[in-house]
């Protein structure tokens, strides 16, 4: 296929380390070189540290598989995140990350999602109520969709409630300020020195965290009063470990919160929109999965998401070409040898989704956008070794079974009532910081069938 969906121009092989820092700042994923797409493995030195970028399948089932307790989550992308999302279990490790799970997993089990579901749905049907004709901004439509839906399932509160919607907005600002690119990301700082965080990353997170500690406890107020709804919010904090009967308190919900929305929106809304982008630059896919979703039953169920087979590869693809999360960052806690390489304790060992999906030497015309690849061997065989978009192993996103439910959903609700068509001479360029999102927003020509 020659028409490739966009793709970052990567930097020079070898630039100096306040080069790459520079480009770091622009955007994670130009600032890597090439030849990542076809290595094995990679190294990169610097003053004050060694990174390994690791593409080999079975070095990644090590890594995030058969030894995930022994190459935990780095400190230095913690250290961007943490002003936000505090001692939450997407930055926790060993046996406080392994206490929070043990209180959240039951709320994310297969029957959960069934009892999900009708709020996903009133989400996605709000959706398409608020969609316009003519030009949109797809990403702010996908951003607010996928909003709509975390308050629905964790609150039952929809977007529109006032606390709700500026939250939404929050983020948004968050996300823009760029919390990972610190300078504790690059030098290993003592605990006491400021993190050089910029000054909006700091005011954004404490707001935000303001906002969610107010829900978090009206919530708590309407479970000690016998009136709260039996949502993910409520599950949570009734929950109790089984090893010590203890629950989260109140500022430890706040942090799990925040990590929900924060996976749950900004992922989702990546997603959302890269995939309604790639329905508009290739219409013989949008033509299937839109007969797809008009065979729907007008208020679909659970059990008919079954039935948006093209829909789901579609949704798949565009998770590969665009994993709303690039790259993954462990530590080795011991000297590791890998492809004849001794890795020294504390090395950062980097997993990239992006890379890895793209991959040369794995995948069957890799930069290409083909759902139909998934029913070939080669995609199969990719898909159980090369296909990571919501992480692997036991430190696997809670939330995987819950998008790959809200996102064909979704998707389905919004073909069956419009079509998207490209605005020409207007393609987004992807770039990451916290997800893959594009510069400039995502502009397509929405009619309504």
């Not at 990972?180 to 935000?208: D, E, K, S």
């Not at 799990?256 to 989702?268: C, D, K, M, N, Y």
């Not at 059990?303 to 093209?310: E, F, M, Q, S, T």
Request: net charge positive; hydrophobic share 45%; charged share 30%.
């Amino acid at each position: 296929m020659t028409d490739l969906p966009p793709k970052p121009t990567p930097r020079a092989d070898r630039v100096s380390l306040w080069r790459h820092m520079r480009l770091f700042r622009q955007d994670i994923l130009s600032a890597q070189p090439a030849r990542l797409y076809r290595a094995w493995m990679a190294e990169f030195r610097t003053p004050f540290f060694r990174s390994y970028l690791v593409n080999q399948p079975d070095l990644v089932e090590e890594i995030l598989k058969a030894r995930p307790r022994e190459f935990p989550k780095s400190d230095r992308v913690a250290e961007g995140l943490r002003p936000l999302l505090g001692a939450s279990v997407f930055l926790t490790n060993g046996e406080e990350w392994a206490r929070q799970r043990r209180l959240i997993d039951p709320a994310f089990e297969g029957g959960r999602l069934r009892e999900t579901f009708p709020a996903m749905l009133a989400a996605g049907e709000a959706a398409v109520a608020r969609m316009g004709e003519g030009v949109q901004e797809i990403e702010e439509a996908t951003s607010h969709a996928a909003a709509d839906v975390i308050f629905r399932t964790l609150f039952s509160i929809p977007i529109e409630e006032e606390t709700a919607a500026r939250v939404h907005r929050l983020f948004r600002e968050h996300q823009r300020s760029q919390p990972i690119l610190n300078l504790a990301a690059f030098l290993p700082l003592p605990r006491w020195l400021p993190r050089g965080h910029r000054a909006g990353t700091r005011a954004t997170a404490r707001a935000i965290r303001g906002l969610m500690a107010e829900l978090t406890e009206a919530r708590v107020r309407a479970m000690a009063e016998g009136r709260a709804p039996d949502d993910l919010a409520t599950k949570i904090l009734s929950a109790r470990d089984p090893e010590t009967g203890e629950g989260f308190t109140a500022e430890e919900m706040v942090d799990q919160v925040a990590i929900f929305f924060l996976a749950g929106h900004e992922t989702s809304a990546s997603a959302l929109a890269w995939t309604l982008y790639l329905l508009a630059r290739y219409p013989a896919w949008q033509a299937r999965a839109a007969e797809e979703a008009r065979a729907l039953p007008p208020r679909p169920e659970f059990g008919d998401i079954a039935a948006l087979r093209v829909t789901r590869d579609v949704f798949r693809e565009a998770l590969r070409l665009y994993p709303p999360v690039p790259m993954m960052v462990r530590e080795t806690t011991r000297p590791e040898r890998f492809r004849d390489r001794d890795l020294p304790q504390g090395a950062q060992i980097v997993v990239s989704p992006w890379h890895l999906h793209r991959h040369a030497r794995l995948w069957d015309e890799p930069d290409s956008f083909d759902p139909g690849r998934w029913g070939t061997e080669n995609g199969r065989s990719c898909l159980r070794e090369a296909f990571i978009p919501f992480s692997a192993g036991e430190r696997v996103c809670i939330g995987a079974g819950f998008a790959m439910v809200e996102g064909p959903l979704l998707l389905a609700l919004l073909l069956r009532a419009f079509r998207f068509d490209r605005v020409a001479g207007d393609d987004p360029e992807p770039v990451a910081h916290l997800t893959v999102r594009s510069r400039d927003g995502i502009r397509l020509r929405v009619t309504r069938r």
